[in-house]
């Protein structure tokens, strides 16, 4: 007789207050934290933060320069300022990624143009990105997307062809590989997240800026900080409230930082275990017929911010659609006690801000002036629609989440595929 399924009265095989949240935190982070307090001037806190985060991070990139954010929407913005971007210009970005990548695009009244996703790592379809090419495109900005490092070979050889820069947005891909290089350090400039769920965290809200580039550094720091360069904690010393030109309120918070240099000490350790749990489920969840697991190119060294699964109704003979079924095993899939979930519901151009185009009001920047009329049409990206339906995320494969959690993940899609008639009928 085969087992119950949780969803139909079974017992759930997941146990109740097995799965750990994340961010993980030690003694030690909070002890980081801790010590910005027990110094008599945060101000001078935040300026050593600061400093030693910037240093840090550049460090482990391999850049020149990093300054700390209070977003990783907002350390994108300071990418697209830092390379000159101006209205009406246009940067070529996925259609399949969370939509701040190109919130900060229109952010500096420049133009996103989006390309299909390629089906097979979920990253910008390269050979789509010359044919959205013209006189106004400035940039490209490939997202390392769930951690997997878009194919930027290809990336950089049509930037270097048609004179363009890269932006990289690597919110969801610290310490991600492509060819042994650290994502992040391979475009002019990036933009990292470090918001709560992402794989190195500021605790609540942050995000980092890198480059090489002195001129773009330069730049970016005035867009964090008003249109003047302060490092934060000397305004004493270096504010001449005089705006050199527009400005926002970028700058990072004093706690987060300690953390992040807290946690920053684990990160290739947390990623380590991370990928091994990762490798585990793909290998034992890819012998179950009508599941897919993730498919990592040669080249690529994913640090599965998300770990991606799709569902096959095809190999199981089934007659119905790949979102039906999806539905269905992430319906039972979550009676089983696990965390499986959708996360964007429409590829970024489907969404109403590109369908209406209101923006700022009056259509801008669309209709500022500057920009060429461009139309968003929702069935020219296919592959992220198909994507977004027949895909769903198994959620906390973060440590200190370890194998034998792994193990009761791979039990309950055994149980659910094996009674999957069940669900359907
Ligand atoms: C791909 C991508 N880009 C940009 C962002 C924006 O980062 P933040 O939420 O820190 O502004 C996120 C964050 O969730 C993201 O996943």
């Given at each position: 007789m085969?087992?119950?399924?949780?969803?139909?009265?079974?017992?759930?095989t997941?146990?109740?207050?097995?799965?750990?949240?994340?961010?993980?935190?030690?003694?030690?982070?909070?002890?980081a934290?801790?010590?910005?307090?027990?110094?008599?001037?945060?101000?001078?806190?935040?300026?050593?933060?600061s400093e030693?985060?910037?240093?840090?991070?550049a460090?482990?990139?391999?850049?020149?320069?990093?300054?700390?954010?209070n977003?990783g929407?907002?350390?994108?913005?300071?990418?697209?300022?830092?390379?000159g971007i101006?209205?009406g210009?246009?940067?070529?970005?996925?259609?399949?990624?969370?939509?701040?990548?190109a919130?900060?695009?229109l952010?500096?009244?420049?133009i996103?143009?989006?390309?299909d996703?390629?089906?097979?790592?979920?990253?910008?379809d390269?050979?789509?990105?010359?044919?959205?090419i013209?006189?106004?495109?400035k940039?490209?900005?490939?997202?390392?997307?769930?951690?997997?490092?878009?194919?930027?070979?290809?990336?950089?050889?049509?930037?270097?062809?048609h004179?363009l820069?890269?932006?990289?947005?690597?919110?969801?891909?610290?310490g991600?590989?492509?060819k042994?290089r650290l994502?992040?350090?391979?475009?002019?400039?990036?933009?990292?997240?470090?918001?709560?769920?992402?794989?190195?965290?500021t605790?609540?809200?942050?995000?980092?800026?890198?480059?090489?580039d002195?001129?773009?550094h330069?730049?970016?720091?005035l867009?964090?900080?008003?249109?003047e360069?302060?490092?934060?904690?000397?305004?004493?010393?270096?504010?001449?409230?005089?705006?050199?030109?527009?400005?926002w309120?970028?700058?990072?918070?004093?706690?987060?930082?300690?953390?992040i240099?807290?946690?920053?000490?684990?990160l290739n350790?947390?990623?380590?275990l991370?990928i091994?749990?990762c490798n585990?489920?793909?290998?034992?969840l890819?012998?179950?017929?009508?599941?897919?697991?993730?498919?990592?190119?040669p080249?690529?060294?994913?640090?599965?911010?998300n770990?991606v699964v799709?569902?096959?109704?095809?190999?199981?003979?089934?007659?119905?659609?790949?979102?039906?079924?999806?539905e269905?095993?992430?319906e039972?899939?979550?009676?089983?006690?696990?965390h499986?979930?959708?996360?964007?519901?429409?590829?970024?151009?489907?969404?109403?801000?590109?369908?209406?185009?209101?923006?700022?009001?009056?259509g801008?920047?669309?209709?500022?002036g500057?920009?060429?009329?461009?139309?968003?049409?929702?069935?020219?990206?296919?592959?992220?629609?198909?994507?977004i339906?027949?895909h769903f995320?198994v959620f906390d494969?973060n440590?200190?989440?370890?194998?034998?959690?792994?193990?009761r993940?791979?039990?309950a899609?055994?149980?659910?595929?094996?009674?999957?008639?069940?669900?359907?009928?």
């Amino acid at each position: 007789m085969p087992e119950q399924l949780a969803i139909h009265g079974g017992k759930p095989t997941v146990p109740e207050g097995m799965i750990k949240p994340w961010p993980h935190i030690t003694e030690a982070d909070r002890q980081a934290v801790m010590e910005v307090l027990s110094g008599e001037s945060i101000n001078e806190q935040r300026r050593i933060q600061s400093e030693k985060l910037s240093q840090e991070w550049a460090g482990y990139v391999g850049r020149k320069y990093c300054i700390p954010t209070n977003s990783g929407t907002a350390a994108l913005h300071m990418c697209v300022a830092a390379l000159g971007i101006e209205p009406g210009d246009e940067v070529i970005l996925p259609a399949f990624t969370f939509w701040a990548s190109a919130a900060a695009v229109l952010h500096h009244n420049a133009i996103p143009i989006f390309v299909d996703i390629d089906p097979r790592t979920f990253c910008i379809d390269t050979a789509q990105i010359e044919s959205k090419i013209s006189d106004r495109t400035k940039a490209i900005l490939p997202v390392h997307i769930h951690g997997m490092p878009a194919d930027m070979d290809a990336v950089l050889d049509i930037a270097g062809r048609h004179g363009l820069k890269v932006i990289e947005d690597t919110a969801q891909a610290h310490g991600s590989r492509y060819k042994g290089r650290l994502c992040g350090g391979l475009g002019d400039v990036a933009g990292f997240s470090t918001q709560m769920s992402k794989t190195l965290t500021t605790g609540s809200e942050g995000g980092l800026f890198v480059t090489d580039d002195e001129n773009y550094h330069k730049r970016a720091a005035l867009l964090q900080y008003f249109g003047e360069l302060v490092v934060p904690g000397r305004e004493r010393e270096e504010q001449e409230y005089n705006a050199y030109g527009l400005g926002w309120m970028y700058r990072g918070d004093v706690f987060g930082q300690a953390f992040i240099r807290s946690q920053l000490k684990r990160l290739n350790a947390n990623n380590a275990l991370r990928i091994r749990n990762c490798n585990f489920l793909t290998k034992h969840l890819s012998k179950i017929k009508g599941v897919e697991t993730p498919y990592v190119p040669p080249e690529c060294e994913p640090v599965y911010y998300n770990y991606v699964v799709s569902v096959k109704p095809d190999e199981l003979g089934l007659d119905i659609s790949s979102k039906t079924l999806r539905e269905k095993v992430q319906e039972a899939l979550t009676a089983e006690g696990m965390h499986v979930g959708q996360w964007q519901r429409a590829p970024v151009p489907a969404q109403e801000i590109f369908q209406n185009r209101i923006g700022y009001g009056k259509g801008c920047p669309w209709t500022c002036g500057y920009a060429r009329p461009v139309e968003y049409r929702k069935e020219d990206y296919p592959n992220a629609t198909a994507f977004i339906d027949s895909h769903f995320y198994v959620f906390d494969v973060n440590p200190p989440n370890d194998l034998d959690l792994m193990k009761r993940y791979v039990e309950a899609f055994e149980k659910v595929m094996d009674n999957v008639d069940r669900l359907i009928s």
